[in-house]
Structure formats: C-alpha cells, structure tokens
C-alpha cells in the first residue's frame, strides 16, 4: 500500500510539473519555437538554450514547450469524447440487456478486432491527413475500452437493492441509470479515463511520428523525434528531448490511473 501511494505521488508530481510547463508555455517561450539561426545549429544544452538546438538553429526546449500544448491537447479531446461516447453505449447496453446489449458489444468487438494503428491509419486516410482527423481516430479506437468498463459497472449495479428499491418506487429508467447507478460507477470512470491519457499521448506520438495528424512548422513531440532521427548521432539532445518527455508524461498519467484505480477498487471491494 505504501509503495501504492508512493508512485500516485510521484505520478502525481510529475503530472502537475508537465501541466505547469505546459501552462507556461502559452505565455511565455525562450524562444520563437520556429525561429531559426544558422550560427546556433546543432548547439548542445546549455545556459541560453537548454534542451540545445536543431538542425534549423530551433530551440528545442521552446518547441518541447509548444509541442506539450498539441500533445496533450490532442490526448485530452481523445480520451474526453471517447469516455462519453463510451459511457453512454456501456451504461445503455448494459441496463437495456438483452438484442441491443448483443449489437452494443459486437460492435465493439468488431472495433477491437483491428489493430490500433491500422485502424486509425485508415480513419486518417479517408478524413485527410489533420489533427482533427489524427483525433478522431484514436477517439474511436479508445471507445470500446470505456464501453466495457461502463457494461461490466452496470452489469454490476443494476440488480443491487437500491435499484430495485428505486424501480418499485416509480422511478424512472434514465434517473435510475444517471442518478443511482451512474455516481458509484464514477471512481473506475475517473481512473480508466486517466490511464487513458497515458495511452493516447502514446498513441498521438506514434502517429505523429509517422508524419500523421499535427504537420509541420507546428511541433509535436513524435513529429519532432521523427525530424531528429536523421542527426541522431550528431544532436542525440534534439531526439532525447521530446522522447524523455512522452516517458515522463505517459508514466505520470499511468501511475496517477493504477492508484485511482486501486482506491476504486478497494472502496467496491
């Protein structure tokens, strides 16, 4: 348990250190995180730039500051419309039963039947190449995760004597479902939400990576190990920057959801 709470708090920390630069970021920047100087190309961290420089002269530590704003934008709106989207078909399905619970989950299996990437190399495709695209395909590649959970909370609850109390009382399916049911369910929305984040910004730099969704000369930090991988050798600091970053955040928000996930757990249990 100590150790639990030990990695929520360093999760925790981390999420708030991320969040700040990232706040900070819509202030105020060292540097135009496009402006470009040929004299400071390839410059190492140091005191007037201290992530270094590109092959362009770009402050990377400015464009890792911008970068933040995009990722985390992008995981946000994700994980957002598809915890709604999947709340709703979970909590629908699951209280309804019977044909509509079998369309609902066939569905989603369908849906999980296809690799993460190609499903969303495909959506992208077909919507053009964009971030709204790049968002819409991972929104629909997370919803059928919150869909189970949302089933398996009112598969759980539906059945519990308060509902049944509330039913014989005359209350209606939609205040049983959003007012009865739907609060108990919110711990393990909360937590599967946050390691969902983790998720998505992984996914948003992988796809990003492959030159999808956020285009050039706005920087995200899977486009930007994607522009450094060609001077590795030479800037290691401009594609060690924006990968320590994505590892930073995507074990932040994991740890942070693993311990709202286990205090979930431990008040059902």
């Given at each position: 348990?100590e150790?639990?709470?030990r990695t929520?708090?360093?999760?925790?920390?981390?999420?708030?250190?991320?969040g700040?630069?990232t706040?900070?970021?819509?202030f105020y920047?060292?540097y135009?995180?496009n402006?470009?100087?040929?004299s400071?190309?390839?410059?190492p961290?140091?005191?007037h730039h201290l992530?270094g420089t590109?092959?362009?002269?770009?402050?990377?530590?400015?464009?890792?500051?911008?970068?933040?704003?995009?990722?985390?934008?992008?995981?946000?709106?994700?994980v957002?419309g598809?915890a709604a989207?999947?709340?709703?078909?979970?909590?629908?399905?699951?209280y309804?039963g019977?044909i509509w619970?079998?369309?609902?989950?066939?569905i989603?299996?369908t849906?999980?039947?296809?690799p993460?990437?190609?499903?969303a190399?495909?959506?992208?495709s077909?919507?053009?190449?964009?971030?709204?695209?790049?968002?819409?395909?991972?929104?629909?590649i997370?919803?059928?995760?919150f869909?189970?959970?949302?089933?398996?909370?009112m598969?759980?609850?539906?059945?519990?004597?308060?509902v049944?109390?509330?039913?014989?009382a005359?209350?209606?399916?939609a205040?049983?479902?959003?007012?009865h049911?739907?609060?108990?369910l919110?711990p393990?929305?909360?937590?599967?939400?946050v390691?969902?984040?983790?998720n998505?910004?992984?996914a948003?730099?992988t796809m990003?990576?492959l030159?999808?969704?956020?285009?050039p000369p706005?920087?995200?930090?899977?486009r930007m190990?994607?522009e450094?991988q060609?001077?590795?050798?030479?800037?290691?600091?401009a594609?060690l920057s924006?990968?320590?970053m994505?590892l930073?955040?995507?074990?932040?928000?994991?740890?942070?959801?693993e311990?709202?996930k286990?205090r979930?757990?431990?008040?059902?249990g």
């Open positions: 348990m150790k639990q709470s929520f708090k360093i999760g925790a920390g981390l999420a708030l250190l991320i700040a630069l706040l900070v970021g819509f920047l060292p135009g995180y402006d470009m100087d040929s400071r190309m390839f410059s961290p140091g005191i992530m590109d092959n362009f002269g770009r402050d990377v530590f400015s464009r890792v500051m911008v970068g933040a704003r995009f990722t985390l934008l992008t995981a946000l709106l994700v957002a598809s989207a999947g709340s709703a078909l979970g909590m629908l399905s699951g309804a019977g619970d079998e369309i609902v989950m066939r989603m299996d849906l999980s039947s296809f993460g990437i190609l499903l190399l495909v959506t992208v077909l919507a053009g190449n964009s971030h709204g695209a790049l968002a819409a395909a991972l929104l629909i997370f919803i059928p995760g869909t189970r959970i949302m089933r398996n909370g598969l759980r609850y539906k059945s519990r004597d308060f049944l109390a509330a039913r014989i005359g209350v209606s399916d205040r049983i479902i959003f007012a049911i739907f609060p108990n919110v393990s929305l909360l937590s599967a939400s390691l969902g984040l983790s998505a910004i992984l948003e730099s990003s990576f030159g999808l969704g956020i285009q706005v920087p995200s930090w899977g190990l994607s450094s060609a001077f590795l050798f030479n800037a290691p600091w594609a924006p990968g320590i994505i930073l955040t995507v074990l932040a928000f994991h740890y942070v959801g311990g709202l286990d979930a757990s431990q008040e059902t």
